[in-house]
């Protein structure tokens, strides 16, 4: 990458929203979040952007927050992880054969990221895709994860429109996977069951 992570500003808005974010909560991480897991997966899953107390706070996609129960008891029971919760990036945690990104690696405003912000940082999600294996699959979280992917393959929304449950075979030879986001939301309104997160698992795992 051209610019580290870390120090990436390439984003006015989100920029100027970490620097508040910095001065409010000092102790949090607040800034970019890098991808977590194993570096030669066969599972990479992407969500949308950290979350204000979640990753934003600790560093690790998916930690911390109501966000990551649902995803890391999931991975746990299928064989990802060594644990079922993610509480801090010390905590002890290992993927296995698996790894965790998002679409945008900054905390965005209200959490939504605006479109220029998600093709900005497109070019992240393009390298952490373009390292892994020929018949990797690929998980995204939420029509914005989705579309993300997409983007970075240089795919067209139209032929592979976003639905729970669906399965895309994509030309580079990857299985491209949805499911709604295990947000409190969708969660709490049973938009997303653990049931429906679970059948999503076993498709990817047959």
């Known amino acids: 990458m051209k610019t580290p992570l870390n120090g990436c500003r390439a984003c006015p808005r989100l920029a100027r929203h970490l620097d508040c974010v910095r001065k409010t909560h000092p102790d949090y991480h607040a800034r970019p979040v890098a991808a977590f897991g194993d570096e030669r997966p066969q599972l990479l899953i992407v969500g949308l952007a950290p979350g204000m107390h979640g990753a934003n706070r600790t560093g690790r996609p998916f930690t911390g927050d109501y966000?990551?129960?649902?995803?890391?008891?999931?991975?746990?029971?299928?064989?990802?992880?060594?644990?079922?919760?993610?509480?801090?990036?010390?905590?002890?945690?290992?993927?296995?054969?698996?790894?965790?990104?998002?679409?945008v690696k900054c905390l965005p405003p209200q959490n939504k990221p605006q479109p220029d912000e998600?093709?900005?940082?497109?070019?992240?999600?393009?390298?952490?895709?373009?390292?892994?294996?020929?018949?990797?699959?690929?998980?995204?979280l939420g029509s914005i994860a989705h579309q993300a992917v997409l983007i970075a393959f240089g795919l067209k929304r139209a032929d592979y429109p976003f639905s729970h449950g669906a399965r895309h075979a994509l030309p580079?030879?990857?299985?491209?996977?949805?499911?709604?986001?295990?947000?409190?939301?969708?969660?709490?309104t049973r938009r997303l069951t653990t049931q429906m997160f679970r059948d999503v698992f076993e498709a990817i795992r047959k």
Do not use: M, Q, W
Request: proline share 1%; charged share 20%.
């Open 172 to 188: 580079s030879g990857h299985a491209l996977f949805d499911s709604y986001h295990c947000s409190r939301y969708n969660t709490n």
């Open 118 to 140: 998600v093709r900005c940082c497109n070019a992240y999600l393009k390298e952490e895709l373009a390292a892994l294996s020929h018949g990797a699959a690929i998980l995204s």
């Open 67 to 103: 966000a990551g129960i649902l995803l890391y008891e999931t991975l746990y029971r299928y064989g990802y992880a060594n644990r079922p919760e993610s509480v801090a990036a010390d905590d002890g945690l290992v993927l296995e054969r698996c790894r965790i990104t998002n679409a």
